[in-house]
């Protein structure tokens, strides 16, 4: 039970650190953290909807097809991150005033803290949702690599976020990918073998 509870705790405290990144950091910027982070921006700049409602809108659809595919547990923490980020978002982006020095330091500090948060929800048995439910549904249907695709389908709403807001917001986020991702894998050295171990379960029996 103990193991249990601290691992929540790491959850919510990990989906906080992915929703302050993206509040204080990136979004400020129109920089996405990810494929559901671009859509949220999208529906922002398009329909002016809160950005912590575009976050959750984005993650939400997906999550209906995730229990079939992951299972219950791995579902039910990652609706529960999904909720905590959205709720981050939507206080400190409305809320918290925070001052910007520079766009540079903004996505390096967006970058640490958005990869410290996924690495902590990763070693929870969580995910950011977003790209990664259907990345992986896809993956697992064709039999393709589940990050190969994740970063096409990334790549894509990138492109079309800079088509629409700005063409250098694309430059940007795959630099907030590609320093975020190092930062992940650091956090959670096995991620890997881990994945590797959990793949038969993606499918729920």
Not at 191 to 205: E, F, G, H, S, V
Request: glycine letters at 8%; proline letters at 4%; a positive charge.
């Amino acid at each position: 039970m103990k193991k249990l509870i601290v691992s929540y705790i790491l959850l919510l405290f990990g989906a906080f650190l992915q929703g302050m990144s993206m509040s204080f950091f990136l979004f400020p910027h129109s920089i996405p953290s990810g494929g559901a982070a671009g859509l949220a921006l999208l529906m922002n700049h398009w329909f002016e909807f809160p950005l912590g409602l575009s976050l959750w809108l984005a993650n939400a659809v997906f999550l209906l097809f995730a229990y079939q595919y992951f299972g219950s547990s791995w579902t039910f923490r990652t609706i529960i991150a999904v909720a905590t980020t959205s709720t981050t978002v939507s206080i400190l982006a409305s809320h918290v005033p925070f001052p910007h020095v520079h766009i540079i330091l903004d996505i390096l500090a967006g970058s640490l803290f958005f990869g410290v948060g996924v690495g902590i929800l990763i070693r929870v048995g969580s995910s950011s949702g977003g790209m990664v439910i259907p990345a992986l549904m896809i993956a697992s249907y064709k039999k393709w690599s589940p990050g190969k695709v994740m970063m096409v389908i990334n790549l894509l709403i990138f492109l079309l976020t800079s088509l629409v807001i700005d063409y250098k917001i694309v430059v940007f986020a795959v630099i907030c990918q590609f320093l975020s991702t190092h930062i992940i894998d650091y956090i959670y050295e096995l991620r890997i073998q881990r994945l590797a171990l959990l793949t038969p379960y993606w499918r729920k029996k």
